[in-house]
């Protein structure tokens, strides 16, 4: 049995055919941050930023969730980042129900491998994608657990790029992440917050 790794899943992501996107790309994102990381966001695509560097979250919205991380005393070397879609839709457009399926495989295998305490979900398309949910807005500052992964759900940071208010409310959110994190690393975890899915 082969022994799986994150530079393994980065290589086939790299070289991925098994959808449209892979014709349109510059570089595929497979993601960015070590194996120990505990902490995880997930957002929706790269965008042209990413495309173009082949990491996750360098253009504008990566700057708000780095201040905002900053802010929370979260350290981007310390969590992983990556997306639903590992690579570029044209236009940003929004990824595409066969596109998001191609890529499952390789999202589940990193949160196989991560382990990871909490998984932050950046966005709706995020949160369809991985939880069947429908309004971040309604849902966002809260911790869902499913088959026993915490999943801290947020708005996507590029959505403070086009409505301001949205700033505030997103480092907030990270800030609440933070100490949910925080607790949880030193074993002093309530059931405040928690709000508990079933799924079939």
């Known amino acids: 049995m082969k022994i799986d790794s994150l530079e393994k899943i980065a290589s086939e992501v790299v070289g991925c055919p098994l959808c449209k996107l892979s014709r349109t790309r510059k570089n595929a994102v497979p993601g960015e941050g070590q194996v120990s990381a505990k902490l995880m966001f997930i957002g929706e695509a790269p965008g042209k930023n990413e495309d173009l560097k082949g990491k996750p979250f360098v253009g504008a919205a990566g700057r708000i969730l780095d201040e905002a991380m900053k802010k929370a005393g979260l350290e981007r070397s310390n969590v992983f980042i990556t997306n639903v879609v590992k690579c570029r839709p044209p236009g940003n457009r929004v990824p595409e129900q066969d596109e998001r399926i191609a890529c499952r495989p390789y999202l ?59 700033r505030h409310v997103f480092e907030n959110d990270i800030l609440k992440l933070s100490e949910e994190f925080k607790k949880i690393e030193k074993g002093r975890y309530g059931d405040s917050l928690l709000r508990y899915m079933e799924k079939s």
């Open 108 to 166: 589940q295998r990193q949160i196989l491998l991560l382990s990871p305490k909490i998984i932050c979900i950046l966005g709706s398309i995020a949160y369809a994608s991985i939880l069947g949910g429908k309004s971040i807005t309604a849902s966002r500052g809260k911790i869902i657990v499913h088959k026993g992964q915490r999943y801290f759900l947020t708005v996507h940071p590029a959505a403070a790029i086009y409505n301001k208010s949205l």
